[in-house]
């Protein structure tokens, strides 16, 4: 029976069983395929981390040890494969990330609900500075896309690099529209002042008399 997965997966579980669906491996090796493939863009990933969540996806019985390496005078590793249930719980995870829209608290979003506490010089100032960030990263990802795909790796196994990319030059470009409409004077700015809040609660009859 396909288990019913209702336990929130972390991007770097998710990794996790994505490698073992290939072949058993330790998790050094884990690690290692993990930077190989650049999925340290996507998830979180040191060795506390690692060895905590390949030891609780061995508790719910999604992988198993098969057989141990030791190679020289390294201290012996533990080899992992995936089960059937770890597989049922990859494809379920899967085919829900890629058809349910997910709330995510972005840091992001908090400064822009926060922005007007600066001098609009400074707001502007600041998004442009994120703005070249941005492109940074776009250029470093892309770099990375490029010399991926020059190794022979499938395009359908890079599209999570080109849909990162996407959203960065979209909100890249976003940024310095809101910059630039901010210097133009054309989106209404009171330093300090939160001007929705005020208007909210002046119709709610909250407002100070």
Wanted: aromatic share 6%.
């Amino acid at each position: 029976m396909t288990p019913e997965v209702s336990l929130d997966i972390s991007p770097l579980a998710l990794s996790i069983l994505e490698l073992l669906d290939e072949r058993p491996m330790h998790p050094y090796e884990l690690a290692a395929t993990m930077r190989l493939r650049h999925h340290d863009e996507f998830v979180r990933l040191n060795f506390g981390t690692l060895y905590h969540t390949v030891d609780s996806l061995e508790r719910y019985g999604w992988i198993v040890p098969t057989e141990k390496e030791k190679e020289g005078g390294r201290p012996e590793r533990t080899v992992y494969r995936l089960t059937d249930s770890g597989h049922e719980v990859l494809l379920q995870t899967v085919s829900r990330i890629l058809a349910e829209p997910r709330r995510e608290y972005l840091h992001f979003s908090a400064g822009l609900m926060f922005m007007h506490h600066l001098e609009a010089p400074r707001a502007t100032e600041l998004l442009e500075q994120r703005a070249q960030a941005l492109h940074a990263v776009i250029t470093k990802l892309s770099h990375i896309h490029d010399e991926l795909l020059a190794g022979g790796h499938r395009r359908l196994s890079l599209v999570e690099l080109e849909h990162k990319i996407a959203l960065i030059d979209a909100e890249r470009v976003w940024v310095l529209k809101i910059a630039k409409e901010i210097t133009d004077g054309k989106l209404e700015w009171r330093a300090g002042i939160d001007a929705g809040n005020e208007r909210l609660r002046s119709r709610h009859g909250t407002g100070t008399h």
